[in-house]
């Protein structure tokens, strides 16, 4: 089989090859070229399955560099190559997969469990009604969206919105702590019970893990309900997501 068709059907990376050869920038072409190499070498060994980690510099204390440039080419590197991924079976039946939007200079980012059907469609996450109540979640405490970075764990829909299994959770996670790591953010705000488990390891119940601070990779965390949740039962997560809100309120003020 040639590279080329080997390629195709799987990752879409012809398409993406073309469109770097478009853009004219030498040393990006050449930076993405040895990018793809690094994705054949994985594809022919594993099919993606065992992708490397990227690392990245620390983008707060390196001198000399335009960090502003180098921090948003790495955000788009991560929508590209999360947008062609086909490292679990979830890829299968998107219409177009969701990392993230927002600030990625943010000192908040939120983490929510996967694209549902609107997010899907868009590929934008928190776009639907459980998203118009994160909006008004965040003016509550004087955050607007276009301040914070919001995200999943699972960057591509689950058939009729299930939980993510874990594999699937396994195979997405490290674009997730890519953009953990890229944005530095001071404080993540979990939404729901499958973005914190997934995060901190436990198997406790949310409501044993909410209203209090965590600790991933020594940022705080802070679990708090679903917004979809809140929707369905709002007598009964309401008023313990306010507090919580609260409590994220009160860490920025006294950053
Ligand atoms: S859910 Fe994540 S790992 Fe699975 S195909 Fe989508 S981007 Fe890739």
Known sequence: MSLFTALRPRSGRPEYFFTILNKGNILDIKDQYYDIIEDTIDFLKTGFAERKKRTYPDWKNEPGLDQEALKSDECARFDRDIRVCTRCRLYQDRLNAVPGKGNINADVVLVGEGPGEMEDVKGEPFVGKAGQLLTSMLAAIQLKREDV????????????????????????????????????????????????????????????????????????????????????????????????????????KNM
């Not at 594999?167 to 993540?188: K, R, W």
């Not at 044993?208 to 009964?236: D, M, Q, S, V």
Request: aromatic share 10%; with cysteine; hydrophobic share 40%.
């Open 149 to 252: 970075y919001i995200t999943n764990i699972v960057k591509c829909r689950p058939p009729e919105n299930r939980t993510p299994l874990p594999d699937e959770i396994l195979s997405c996670i490290t674009f997730l702590e890519g953009q953990i790591e890229l944005i530095n953010p001071s404080i993540i705000c979990c939404l729901g019970w499958t973005a914190a488990k997934s995060m901190l390891g436990s198997d406790l119940s949310l409501s044993r893990l909410r209203g209090k601070f965590h600790r991933y990779k020594n940022i705080p965390l802070l679990p708090t309900y679903h917004p979809a949740a809140i929707l369905r039962f709002p007598e009964k997560y309401k008023r313990a997501a306010w507090t919580d809100l609260k409590m994220l309120r009160d860490f920025l």
